[in-house]
């Protein structure tokens, strides 16, 4: 079992960066891919960055490529979303999630089992 609890949302200008963390348990946090989704009022939930269990690779959207960093420390069980260069259309409740061992990185929803409560991101315009 692996609980997830996601911190460091808020409200920022546009232009402003921000740094999301997910703390992790469970004994197999580790072995995870980890992975950042978020969800604007009337949209569907979709991907935004992902890494496998040893840092080794990362995926992130394409409208977030330059912009946002995902990054893990797996002696702290905990994952990271550097934002920088924030816009008004990153307005989302952002996920944390978990999901089984992979070499590569999904972007489907339900390939993750575990998934954090949200924290709130607002960039104003």
């Known amino acids: 079992q692996v609980q997830l609890v996601e911190s460091g949302g808020g409200l920022v200008q546009a232009g402003g960066s921000l740094r999301l963390s997910c703390a992790g348990s469970?004994?197999?946090?580790?072995?995870?891919?980890m992975g950042w989704f978020r969800q604007a009022p009337g949209k569907e939930r979709e991907f935004v960055a992902g890494?496998?269990?040893?840092?080794?690779?990362?995926d992130n959207t394409d409208v977030v490529k330059g912009r946002f960093t995902i990054s893990r420390d797996n002696a702290k069980n905990t994952v990271h979303l550097q934002m920088n260069s924030l816009r008004p259309e990153d307005t989302a409740v952002y996920y944390c999630?978990?999901?089984?061992?992979?070499?590569?990185?999904?972007?489907?929803?339900?390939?993750?089992?575990?998934w954090g409560q949200g924290t709130q991101v607002t960039v104003s315009s």
């Open positions: 999630t978990a999901g089984p061992l992979r070499a590569t990185i999904s972007t489907r929803s339900y390939e993750y089992g575990y």
């Open positions: 469970g004994r197999t946090f580790s072995t995870m891919t």
């Open positions: 890494i496998i269990w040893n840092g080794g690779h990362t």
